[in-house]
Every structure is written in C-alpha cells, then in structure tokens.
C-alpha cells in the first residue's frame, strides 16, 4: 500500500514534546504530505505551557488535519474496539484514521497498534 501521509499517536506527539530527533526528521520528510492528529491525541498530550511550543507550531501546519471525534467517527471507533477487543478508544481511533486516509502510524508502542490492525503500517519511533 503507498502511505499517503502520517497518522501520529500520543507517543509520537510526546517524542515531539521531548525534542526527539526522530520525530522532527519524519515530520521534516513528511512536509508536503497530509499529518492526521485524532483531537483524542491532542487531549491525552496536551497540558499547556511552552514545553509544548512545538507541538502548538505542529497543530498549525497547513498540512496538519486534527479530526475530530464525532458521533460517526465515535460509533466506528467503538465498533472497531469490540471487534478487535482493544479496549483503548484513542488507539483504536488512530488506527481508524491511518486506515481511512492511506497514513502510517507514527509510534512508540507498535503493540497496541497491531493489536488493533496487524496490516496497518507503523512508522517506529
């Protein structure tokens, strides 16, 4: 399957968070292509203050999409939760949005992203 873009978890906006270099060269790579941050990523990473100045400048990117998690999405996720019987709704919604637009998932905990869909594919951090 070709990647269309990135798909990023809480890890990966955590390792943003920390000044990784990894993240930064994948985001650097990744300049003309589509980022998806599900709004649950940004609510379990966000918790203000100028630590976080570069994963603000990120959320701005024009290439930076933040979907959110309405009633459609919520009734897909929950779906997908119980057929996989993982249990984590922000997981499982990362997942859901890599698979919807073509995305690798950027991670640090690959395990819980096969355990939602062992084809999806990851970009390890």
């Given at each position: 399957?070709?990647?269309?873009?990135?798909?990023?978890?809480?890890?990966?906006?955590?390792?943003l968070e920390r000044?990784?270099?990894?993240?930064?060269?994948?985001?650097?790579?990744?300049?003309?292509?589509?980022?998806?941050?599900?709004?649950?990523?940004?609510?379990?990473?966000?918790?203000?203050?100028?630590?976080?100045?570069?994963?603000?400048?990120?959320?701005?990117?024009?290439e930076t999409k933040?979907?959110?998690?309405?009633?459609?999405?919520?009734?897909?996720?929950?779906?997908?939760?119980?057929?996989?019987?993982?249990?984590?709704?922000?997981?499982?919604?990362?997942?859901?949005?890599?698979?919807?637009?073509?995305?690798?998932?950027?991670?640090?905990?690959?395990?819980?992203?096969?355990?939602?869909?062992?084809?999806?594919?990851?970009?390890?951090?």
């Amino acid at each position: 399957m070709a990647v269309a873009g990135l798909t990023l978890d809480t890890g990966a906006l955590l390792a943003l968070e920390r000044g990784q270099e990894r993240i930064r060269a994948l985001l650097r790579e990744a300049a003309n292509r589509e980022i998806a941050i599900p709004a649950g990523v940004i609510a379990q990473s966000w918790r203000g203050g100028p630590r976080q100045a570069r994963l603000a400048r990120l959320i701005k990117r024009p290439e930076t999409k933040v979907p959110a998690l309405d009633d459609d999405t919520a009734r897909a996720v929950g779906l997908l939760c119980g057929r996989c019987g993982h249990d984590d709704v922000v997981d499982v919604s990362v997942v859901l949005c890599a698979r919807e637009r073509r995305h690798a998932v950027v991670t640090s905990d690959p395990d819980d992203m096969r355990a939602v869909d062992p084809s999806v594919p990851l970009v390890l951090l």
